[in-house]
């Protein structure tokens, strides 16, 4: 039993996926999700299937007779691991991989093995690892007083991501070394990411001025590929979950030639385990700091309402409640089901309809941000010197000029400008104002 859990890793292992659903059962095909997921990972799914339960078994969350009868699935379809869509405690893990023999995973450990296959840099390989030793943790504390005799018992950790802790004998002292190394590579890691950090955040603060914008967005809506359509990010773009787990940002030329800064960024799932949402706040920074988020929605996938209530939820968890938003529709060319677009912009009128992937709607969305990134209008009288024609040639760009009055040196204009634009004016030395 020991070696089931010493790796979480299910590449191209044979993976049977349940879903408990409780009492009536749940709306939704969560299978469907839980099998990009495992395909994501790298798993072979050989068989999937809802299980209804009546309440949830401490033990063996889905109850003894139904894990038996999960135990004749495993042997008919050779499967090494069954992965839950539910989050299970280390202790049903424990008594479930008694009973089928191989090993389980529960959503959140697929997840965050996901993450911990695709991160590249160096940061997000930082907080993958943190993300997976703070879900291991607790579930290492907890596996501690459950143990009667510990001999044997493999324990629910993620240490086959974590060096230098795989080497793992029976027996409560290495339980005790475990925690002890464990809780010291997080307190060092949590050192390093902080570090990683600082540098960040100079880098954001020197790109101050530019008006920022963050795509958000369930994970496969497309942010990847409207990035590159908008720029010439050359952002990889996959039909997987999570392809992208760090943060570009390109500059994006509007409609009428302003420029702004568009960052495309790590997407959002159902229950994102919160350890996760945690420790990527880092590299959520842009999303938390951006003047505007474009929220794009996959209007193709039949779980499209749903999955624009989850990422509410993860903004609402970074601290992006309440932040200037635009809802960008995508994948209009791939909407099969009549009235499933119809329901949405009803529900969300002002949202941009897009397909990032044939380019139709572009230039709506970036008129449309263009509109935000100005502003209301309002009517202004500028005073500045003849010989400062920087403020003129602002205007003439950014605004519309309505009079020219020339006189002694200076200049007086009558313009309309954006509201958000009277800073940068103020800065290039003229005297406003506002008339209406
Ligand atoms: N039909 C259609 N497919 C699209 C459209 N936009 C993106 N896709 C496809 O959707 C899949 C996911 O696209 P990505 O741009 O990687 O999505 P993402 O939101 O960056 O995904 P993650 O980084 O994994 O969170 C790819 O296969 C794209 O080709 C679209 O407008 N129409
Ligand atoms: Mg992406």
Not at 276 to 297: C, G, P, R, W, Y
Not at 371 to 394: C, D, H, I, M, P
Not at 395 to 410: H, T, V
Request: hydrophobic share 40%.
């Amino acid at each position: 039993m020991e070696k089931l859990r010493e790796t979480l890793r299910v590449r191209k292992e044979r993976a049977i996926l349940v879903a408990a659903v409780l009492g009536g059962g749940r709306d939704g095909d969560d299978l469907a999700e839980l099998t990009a997921l495992a395909e994501s990972a790298g798993a072979v799914v050989v068989d999937r299937f809802q299980q209804k339960v009546h309440a949830i078994n401490p033990t063996t969350y889905i109850g003894k007779g139904k894990a038996d009868r999960l135990k004749g699935r495993v042997k008919r379809f050779r499967a090494d691991v069954v992965i839950f869509d539910n989050d299970l405690l280390p202790r049903q893990i424990r008594e479930l991989e008694e009973i089928v023999e191989v090993k389980v995973l529960d959503r959140s450990e697929l997840i965050l093995d996901i993450f911990a296959t695709r991160a590249k840099t160096k940061q997000a390989k930082l907080q993958v690892e943190l993300a997976q030793l703070e879900y291991t943790y607790p579930r290492l504390t907890r596996m501690w007083s459950h143990l009667d005799s510990v001999a044997g018992a493999g324990g629910g950790t993620a240490a086959g991501a974590v060096g230098g802790i795989g080497t793992r004998g029976p027996g409560e002292q290495q339980l005790e070394i475990d925690r002890r190394l464990v809780s010291k590579r997080i307190t060092q890691l949590k050192r390093e990411l902080e570090n990683v950090d600082r540098r960040r955040v100079r880098e954001i603060s020197r790109r101050k001025g530019l008006f920022k914008i963050c795509i958000v967005g369930y994970t496969n809506a497309g942010k990847s590929t409207l990035l590159n359509a908008l720029t010439d990010a050359e952002v990889v773009v996959e039909d997987r979950l999570f392809a992208t787990l760090d943060t570009r940002t390109r500059k994006w030329k509007l409609t009428g030639g302003a420029e702004v800064l568009l960052s495309d960024t790590v997407g959002f799932i159902k229950n994102l385990p919160h350890q996760l949402v945690a420790s990527f706040k880092a590299t959520l920074e842009e999303a938390i700091n951006a003047d505007l988020l474009l929220h794009m929605v996959d209007i193709s996938n039949p779980d499209a309402l749903k999955q624009i209530e989850s990422v509410n939820k993860v903004l609402a968890e970074i601290g992006c409640e309440g932040a200037p938003i635009l809802d960008v529709f995508n994948k209009v060319d791939a909407v099969k089901r009549v009235g499933q677009l119809e329901t949405l912009q009803t529900l969300h009128p002002d949202a941009v309809c897009i397909s990032a992937k044939t380019g139709l709607g572009l230039e709506q969305l970036s008129e449309a941000v263009l509109a935000r990134y100005k502003g209301g209008e309002l009517l202004l009288r500028v005073a500045t010197s003849q010989s400062n024609g920087k403020v003129q040639s602002f205007l003439r760009a950014y605004g519309r000029i309505i009079k020219e009055q020339y006189s002694d040196g200076s200049v007086l204009v009558d313009a309309r400008l954006g509201r958000n634009q009277l800073t940068d004016l103020k800065r290039l030395g003229a005297e406003i104002e506002i008339l209406s």
